[in-house]
DNA sequence: CGTCCACGTCTAC
DNA sequence: TAGACCTGGACGG
């Protein structure tokens, strides 16, 4: 599931549910094989705040003035990235989901968890975002594309967009489903050269801003093991796509394997490569 | 039963 | 640039 705005209505959720909430405790999974430590002096008496930056999460944990003491560090970040099935869920302890493999206990009886169907999620401690993530394309749009054009000119961009839109050092939080929707709305040959591309289609910059926050309205992307808090239309993402996963599309599969989906005109442009 | 597939990174040859 | 990491749903025989 998650892609930009899905890890954005996560956060949403996060600081939802931990508002006002005290948790005294962070413990992982059995089956987890995070060597992220989690033991130490967190375990009582702090607050939960959540953030998102493209495709990765960052958890805040900070503590109630009463539990602060002087030789503690006042605020600690969790840098988490969900992988292909990550979400969050808030539950009494007691109910907590299968596959939760990191979770925040409360004070008064409740377990933030995050749930990971296969375990692709990673988390660990840090004092900021990942330095080879770029900008978020929708909160940072003038950084996202400040980013871009200062590397325009190297290697990278010389590579076909298609590829290019999944680097996320250039383009945090567009996955496999924006990319293709993305290039679809553009409608330009997909396997341009990106610095062409954009010459071309400089809208393209717009479009990583408008159809995120177009999914966005829609209360994400539907996944299936994703009961999703803020889903207005369950249908709506479904018929919202346009390109992605639809049979009359064609695929091709690129260097990481993964499925992109395009239109079947610039089927020739591809084989004119 | 079995095989294929999934909204993502990682790291090892 | 293959694989590794994982579970489970869809679909075929």
Request: glycine share 6%.
């Amino acid at each position: 599931m998650p892609e930009l705005v899905e890890v954005k209505i996560m956060s949403e959720y996060i600081n939802q549910v931990s508002e006002g909430k005290t948790f005294i405790n962070v413990r992982k999974s059995d089956v987890s094989k995070s060597k992220t430590n989690l033991k130490g002096s967190w375990s009582v008496g702090f607050n939960l705040t959540a953030q998102s930056r493209g495709k990765e999460l960052k958890l805040s944990l900070s503590w109630k003035p009463e539990c602060f003491k002087d030789h503690l560090e006042p605020t600690r970040d969790l840098i988490c990235n969900m992988g292909m099935s990550g979400n969050w869920s808030f539950t009494e302890t007691d109910k907590v989901p299968k596959h939760a493999h990191l979770m925040f206990d409360t004070n008064d009886g409740w377990t933030l968890s995050l749930v990971d169907v296969r375990r692709f999620a990673r988390w660990q401690w840090s004092n900021g975002w990942s330095s080879n993530r770029g900008p978020d394309p929708v909160e940072e749009w003038t950084a996202f594309i400040g980013n871009i054009l200062s590397n325009l000119d190297t290697k990278e961009f010389k590579k076909p967009i298609y590829e290019v839109l999944m680097n996320q050092e250039y383009f945090n939080g567009i996955g496999n489903y924006l990319r293709a929707e993305i290039l679809h709305r553009i409608d330009e040959n997909p396997f341009l050269p990106a610095k062409e591309y954009l010459i071309k289609a400089p809208h393209l910059f717009l479009y990583c801003k408008q159809v995120p926050m177009e999914v966005y309205g829609l209360g994400g992307g539907q996944l299936k093991d994703w009961s999703n808090p803020f889903v207005i239309d369950i249908k709506a993402f479904v018929e919202w796509q346009k390109c992605y996963g639809k049979k009359d599309m064609a695929t091709i599969i690129d260097k990481n394997k993964r499925k992109f989906w395009y239109n079947k005109k610039y089927e020739l442009s591809l084989k004119n490569e």
